[in-house]
C-alpha cells in the first residue's frame, strides 16, 4: 500500500494515523509513504511498521528563476522522482492525498494495474486561495480521473455531497478530523493556563487552537475580547502570519494571551485548562463552509463547550453531541453569545461517552473498511 502526498508526511498527522491505522489492522499489509523532504537529501526512515521515502527538490532552491517557471520545473521535478520511486515499489493499491498527487496516481494505476484511493483532505476546488483558473484546472484533474479512481475519501458530509452532484456517484467514506486519543488518561493541570497568565477564579478563559491566519476569525475575537464590560480572558494558541498583530493587542489589553503551539498530543492537555474553545471558520470558501476542522473535535475530547461557527456541517455535530453553541462570524452575534458564555453560572458538560462517533477510533474503523472492501475486489479480479 503506497500513500502519496506533496506535504511532508512525518508533520502531516493526518497521513500519518491513517497510514499507521492500516498497517496495524493487518500483518501483511506493507504501508509505505513518499512525501516532500523539507531540507535534507531523499530518506526513508520507519516508524510503527510504516515506511516514509522523503524527496528532496534541487529545483525549490533555483531562485533566480521567476515564480512560475520555478514552480514548473518543481511540479516536473516532483512528478518525475515521485513516478520513478512509486513504480519501482510496484503497490497493489496507491492511496492519494490530495489532487497534487492524483495525475501521478493515475498513471501509476494504469502501469501498475493499482487499485486507486482519492483522500481529499478538503474540497479541493474550492479551497480558499485559489484562483478561478487554478480551481478550474483542479476540476478538470478530478473530472477526468473520477472513473479511474476506487474509492473516495472526504472530511465532511456536505463535501460528500457536492463530489456526488457535481462530478459522479462513488464509493465513499467520510474520515472526519478527528484526534488520537490514547487510552490511558491524559496527565494535565486544570489550572494550568490560569496559573500561567495569573488568571483570576472570576473571569472565564476562552481558548483559540490553530494557525494564526485571516478567515479565522482572529481580528474579530481581539475587538472583543478588549470591550471593558467583558470580564473574561482570550488565548490563542498556535502559529502563523498573524501572531505579532495578537502579540501586539496583548501588550495594550491583560484579557488576551499568547500561547506558542504545542505538540499534537499535549493540545487537548492545555485545552482542557481553558473554559471555552472557540471554533470560528469564516465563510471566504466552499470548501470552509463545508469543512469540519480539527480543533472541533479538540476541544470535544478537551471536555470543554465551544462556540463554533454556524455552518452546516458543524451545526449537525454541535447540536448532536450537545457540545455547545454556534453563531455567524457578524461581530456582535458572536459578542452576545460569549457573554451569554461568561454569565453562566454553570458550563455545558461534555459527556466523553457519547462522542466515540467523533474519535479517531470511529474513522479507523471506516478505514480499515474500506481497505478490506478493495482487498476483496482484487481478490475476487485475480480470480477470474
Known amino acids: 500500500i503506497l500513500h502519496l502526498t506533496h506535504t511532508d508526511i512525518n508533520s502531516d498527522s493526518r497521513i500519518l494515523k491513517e497510514m499507521?491505522?492500516?498497517?496495524?489492522?493487518?500483518?501483511?499489509?506493507n504501508v509505505e509513504g513518499i512525501g516532500i523532504e523539507r531540507n535534507e537529501d531523499r530518506n526513508s526512515t520507519t516508524t510503527e511498521n510504516i515506511i516514509i521515502h522523503s524527496l528532496k527538490l534541487?529545483?525549490?532552491?533555483?531562485?533566480?528563476?521567476?515564480?512560475?517557471?520555478?514552480?514548473?520545473?518543481?511540479?516536473?521535478?516532483?512528478?518525475?522522482k515521485l513516478f520513478l520511486l512509486?513504480?519501482?515499489?510496484?503497490?497493489?493499491?496507491?492511496?492519494?492525498?490530495?489532487?497534487?498527487?492524483?495525475?501521478i496516481g493515475l498513471i501509476l494505476k494504469i502501469f501498475c494495474k493499482t487499485k486507486?484511493?482519492?483522500?481529499?483532505?478538503?474540497?479541493?476546488?474550492?479551497?480558499?486561495?485559489?484562483?478561478?483558473?487554478e480551481s478550474k484546472i483542479v476540476f478538470f484533474v478530478e473530472k477526468i480521473s473520477w472513473k479511474y479512481i476506487d474509492s473516495l475519501i472526504v472530511v465532511s458530509p456536505s463535501i460528500s455531497e457536492w463530489y456526488k452532484e457535481?462530478?459522479?456517484?462513488?464509493?465513499?467514506?467520510?474520515?472526519?478530523?478527528?484526534?488520537?486519543?490514547?487510552?490511558?488518561?491524559?496527565?494535565?493541570?486544570?489550572?494550568?493556563?490560569?496559573?500561567?497568565?495569573?488568571?483570576?477564579?472570576?473571569?472565564?478563559?476562552?481558548?483559540?487552537?490553530?494557525?494564526?491566519?485571516?478567515g479565522r476569525g482572529i481580528e474579530l475575537l481581539l475587538e472583543i475580547f478588549q470591550r471593558k464590560d467583558l470580564e473574561s480572558h482570550m488565548v490563542f494558541l498556535g502559529y502563523g502570519e498573524l501572531k505579532d498583530k495578537i502579540i501586539n493587542e496583548s501588550k495594550n489589553c491583560t484579557k488576551i494571551h499568547v500561547h506558542d503551539a504545542v505538540p499534537h498530543e499535549k493540545v487537548i492537555s492545555v485545552a482542557k485548562s481553558a473554559d471555552i474553545g472557540l471554533c470560528f471558520i469564516q465563510n471566504i470558501s466552499?470548501?470552509?463552509?463545508?469543512?469540519?476542522?480539527?480543533?472541533?473535535?479538540?476541544?470535544?475530547f478537551a471536555e470543554i463547550p465551544m462556540l463554533a461557527s454556524n455552518f452546516p456541517d458543524i451545526i449537525d455535530v454541535v447540536d448532536k453531541y450537545n457540545l455547545?453553541?454556534?453563531?455567524?462570524?457578524?461581530?456582535e452575534d458572536m459578542y452576545k453569545t460569549i457573554k451569554e458564555f461568561e454569565t453562566m453560572?454553570?458550563?455545558?458538560?461534555?459527556?466523553?461517552?457519547?462522542?466515540?462517533?467523533?474519535?479517531?477510533?470511529?474513522?479507523?474503523?471506516?478505514?480499515?473498511?474500506?481497505?478490506?472492501?478493495?482487498e476483496e475486489n482484487i481478490e475476487q479480479e485475480g480470480k477470474k
Not at 20 to 29: C, F, P, V
Not at 288 to 300: H, I, R
Open 286 to 300: 466552499l470548501s470552509d463552509y463545508y469543512c469540519l476542522p480539527n480543533k472541533l473535535f479538540e476541544y470535544a
Open 86 to 103: 512509486a513504480k519501482k515499489l510496484k503497490p497493489k493499491i496507491i492511496h492519494c492525498h490530495d489532487v497534487m498527487v492524483l495525475p
Open 116 to 133: 486507486l484511493i482519492y483522500d481529499a483532505h478538503e474540497l479541493e476546488s474550492k479551497k480558499n486561495g485559489t484562483t478561478p483558473i
Open 58 to 80: 534541487k529545483s525549490r532552491k533555483w531562485n533566480k528563476l521567476p515564480n512560475i517557471i520555478k514552480h514548473i520545473f518543481i511540479l516536473i521535478e516532483f512528478y518525475i
Open 166 to 214: 457535481n462530478i459522479g456517484i462513488k464509493h465513499t467514506e467520510i474520515i472526519m478530523n478527528a484526534p488520537y486519543i490514547e487510552e490511558k488518561k491524559i496527565d494535565f493541570d486544570n489550572d494550568y493556563l490560569r496559573n500561567l497568565y495569573s488568571i483570576p477564579k472570576s473571569s472565564k478563559i476562552f481558548i483559540y487552537i490553530g494557525g494564526f491566519m485571516k
Open 20 to 29: 499507521q491505522s492500516i498497517a496495524n489492522s493487518n500483518q501483511s499489509y
Open 345 to 374: 453560572d454553570q458550563l455545558p458538560k461534555i459527556q466523553i461517552e457519547d462522542l466515540y462517533d467523533l474519535s479517531w477510533s470511529a474513522q479507523e474503523e471506516k478505514l480499515i473498511s474500506l481497505y478490506k472492501i478493495i
Open 324 to 331: 455547545g453553541k454556534h453563531a455567524s462570524l457578524e461581530i
